[in-house]
């Protein structure tokens, strides 16, 4: 085992006495030259130092240095053997207090072979001479420093204080993405980040990157392309080619919603999402490209609360919660009592669509009706039903005489058995997944005209409207001649086994703008 002991040695520059012009040299530029002569010795303190590998060949050292500032300088010299010394290049320092902060010897392959203990660690008390050691340098002025070295084995680098020795061959690699989003409406992306908005347009996304380490997924990175909407947006991440990495790239794109998740891929290494021919990841959400892209992914879901006004029973509106929460569609179904106070329009707004419906000779149907024309107005969707057209039950205010529904306002006897009849319009949305329904009961009891606007979209066996809409272009209103509660609470009501439900579901999301 050996000590090797290094001496600091202060050259002075090489110059006589009676030199005038070195001696008229500022103070602050009066640079001292440093250089390090490595000594060997025996050390046999303890036997559990690493053992010197006397054959490997000295190359260069790596030092870092700390000033009066706390600034740390690394320096990097070479190594010469002159005699039988290992002598260093020398360095320049100017006049003042240093701290030498760490020293490491390496071979001529790059490994390190002989290294100064780090303050705490295993060997850091075999040192006479430690880090981090505190020396002067004056102005013209020679000074020896010595610093203890140890032998230094890969095996052992924790005892030294280092945690930092592994080298990793690493590759960057790249990937450039592109995405298009398809809007369902223009209106949608109103108030978004997107300008201009149109039915096919660049997405704005992000992709997050992930590696997993220790079955846990570690961020690396995240990349968006706010700033370079239009362009293809390049990610890259690194590649130890020693070894196999698991990555994963999220990518999250903005729609009406905000910044939804919508696909992630998982790959190793450098075995990415596969480009196309012009090396570029394109994906589009929705289905509006007219040419195959990499990447299909469905189009958003606007996210829908809903709120149910009634003046009915708790027992009865509870059927429909349940009914329409099972379809997993809406974000939220809320409940409205209005037998004694109508929702004002600020609780309104807060929806983006309203299901109205009534069981009670006792509400106010007038400020309700004109609360629901206002909501109508800012855009809200609305759904009518039964009992809304009948005596002193039927909503009146605004909305009826002003004719925003297609079923006008009138007296009209619901009080029979009706099922579908025909459908005048088997495309339009609102007829999506119906094809049966029947009601023991309480019907619309109006044939028509519908007011002015207003489309038939289905009828009863006996002509008397089942379902019509009407589209202002800002908002949309639907008409559903039936009692929503289903045969389930009330025997009187739609066929549970019938398709009330879907009905209800279709028209909430058709006035919410969920669907053309």
């Not at 100017?94 to 705490?120: C, H, K, Q």
């Not at 293809?232 to 729609?255: D, G, I, K």
């Not at 004719?403 to 058995?417: A, L, Q, V």
């Not at 005048?424 to 007011?451: C, E, K, Q, W």
């Amino acid at each position: 085992m050996k000590k090797l002991l290094l001496m600091f040695t202060a050259m002075a520059f090489l110059f006589v006495a009676c030199e005038k012009d070195n001696l008229d040299v500022p103070l602050d530029h009066q640079e001292t030259t440093i250089e390090f002569k490595i000594d060997q010795t025996n050390f046999d303190t303890k036997n559990t130092v690493p053992m010197c590998d006397d054959n490997a060949i000295w190359d260069h050292v790596v030092f870092t240095i700390k000033d009066g500032d706390g600034i740390v300088t690394s320096y990097t010299s070479t190594i010469n053997y002159i005699g039988v010394e290992y002598l260093t290049q020398v360095i320049k320092l100017d006049p003042g207090t240093y701290w030498l902060t760490s020293f490491l010897v390496y071979d001529d392959e790059g490994n390190i072979i002989r290294a100064a203990p780090m303050d705490g660690s295993m060997y850091y008390d075999l040192m006479t001479y430690q880090l981090d050691l505190e020396f002067t340098v004056e102005a013209f002025m020679k000074k020896q420093v010595a610093i203890d070295v140890l032998c230094y084995e890969d095996l052992v680098y924790d005892d030294f204080g280092f945690t930092w020795f592994e080298f990793n061959d690493v590759r960057i690699e790249r990937q450039c993405f592109f995405g298009d989003i398809c809007a369902q409406s223009l209106e949608d992306f109103e108030g978004t980040m997107y300008d201009p908005i149109q039915f096919d347009m660049p997405a704005l996304f992000q992709i997050e990157i992930f590696k997993m380490v220790d079955n846990t997924p570690v961020l690396l990175r995240t990349f968006n392309n706010y700033d370079i909407v239009g362009d293809c947006m390049e990610v890259y991440w690194p590649n130890r080619l020693a070894e196999e990495e698991e990555f994963h790239f999220v990518l999250s794109v903005q729609t009406p919603n905000g910044l939804e998740e919508i696909h992630t891929w998982i790959f190793l290494d450098d075995n990415c999402p596969a480009p196309g021919e012009d090396g570029v990841v394109e994906f589009v959400v929705g289905d509006c490209n007219l040419d195959p892209t990499d990447f299909q992914f469905d189009g958003y879901i606007i996210d829908i609360d809903v709120l149910i006004i009634h003046a009915d029973e708790g027992g009865y509106v509870n059927d429909i919660v349940t009914k329409l929460t099972a379809f997993g569609e809406f974000n939220s179904v809320d409940v409205y009592d209005a037998r004694n106070t109508p929702p004002t329009l600020a609780d309104l707004v807060e929806y983006e669509t309203v299901l109205v419906y009534n069981n009670s000779y006792n509400y106010p149907n007038v400020a309700l009706g004109d609360v629901l024309a206002d909501y109508s107005d800012t855009g809200g969707g609305v759904t009518l039903m039964v009992f809304s057209w009948y005596n002193t039950a039927r909503l009146e205010g605004r909305y009826m005489t002003e004719e925003y529904g297609s079923i006008p306002f009138g007296d009209y006897n619901p009080y029979s058995p009706g099922s579908l009849g025909t459908v005048h319009n088997p495309a339009h949305p609102i007829m999506d997944g119906v094809t049966s329904f029947s009601t023991n009961n309480f019907r619309s009891g109006y044939t028509g005209p519908l007011s002015s606007g207003g489309e038939l979209i289905a009828e009863y066996q006996d002509g008397m409207v089942l379902a019509a809409v009407k589209d202002h272009g800002t908002s949309r209103t639907c008409d559903l001649g039936f009692f929503p509660p289903s045969s389930d609470v009330h025997s009187g009501s739609w066929n549970v086994n019938t398709h009330g439900d879907v009905l209800m579901l279709n028209c909430l999301m058709w006035t919410a703008g969920a669907s053309n």
